[in-house]
């Protein structure tokens, strides 16, 4: 059996350990982390996927980044246990955070990931659309998603934090 729930704060640490396992360095040293540096994910749209004893397998966070300075929210990490991967935690959490992000009024979701894993989900090649990262590094893999038609038009620029959105980190 399969539950999606909001994260909370005594999920902290098998979060930060699912993450290392499922990213290694790259969870603090990429240009994901970087995206997002400084920032806090945003409260009620972080999601874990427990298992049938309640314990946590998957873990999905939103985070406020800016592109161009339109406001959009970026998506990672993604992560599952690696024991129980392919079982559809990925898919359901994904699912489950899109449909919140969408509900809370968001318009615009951005991420550094796999297009094959994405694609389904209506996530599209940003580079396309002029919207780009700070280094070349791993910019193939950005992909962007409109929540809401016509979200990404007229949108393009560098993604990265912005400084007012800014709060210390916990
Ligand atoms: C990516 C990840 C979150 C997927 O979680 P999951 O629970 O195994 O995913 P699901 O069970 O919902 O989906 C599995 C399907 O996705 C496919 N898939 C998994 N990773 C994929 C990838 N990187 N690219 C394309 N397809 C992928 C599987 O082949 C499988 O396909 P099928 O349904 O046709 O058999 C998990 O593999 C993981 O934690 N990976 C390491 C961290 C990572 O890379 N996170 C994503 C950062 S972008």
Redesign the pocket.
């Known amino acids: 059996m399969m539950q999606i729930r909001e994260e909370t704060p005594t999920d902290g640490p098998v979060i930060a350990e699912l993450v290392h396992l499922?990213?290694g360095t790259r969870a603090t040293d990429s240009p994901a982390a970087r995206m997002r540096a400084g920032m806090r994910p945003v409260a009620g749209l972080c999601l874990v996927a427990a298992n049938g004893t309640g314990a946590v397998v998957?873990t999905l966070r939103f985070w406020p980044v800016r592109i161009g300075g339109v406001p959009a929210l970026q998506l990672?990490?993604?992560?599952?246990r690696?024991e129980?991967?392919?079982?559809?935690?990925?898919?359901?959490l994904?699912r489950a955070g899109l449909e919140l992000a969408r509900g809370a009024g968001h318009r615009i979701v951005v991420?550094?990931?796999?297009p094959?894993?994405?694609r389904p989900f209506g996530f599209e090649t940003a580079l396309s659309l002029g919207i780009r990262l700070p280094t070349s590094f791993d910019e193939a893999r950005l992909q962007v998603l409109a929540l809401t038609p016509g979200a990404l038009a007229g949108v393009s620029g560098v993604v990265g934090p912005a400084a007012g959105d800014r709060r210390p980190t916990r």
């Open positions: 499922a990213l998957g990672g990490p993604l992560a599952v690696p129980r991967r392919g079982e559809g935690f990925g898919k359901a994904l991420l550094i990931g796999d094959a894993y994405y």
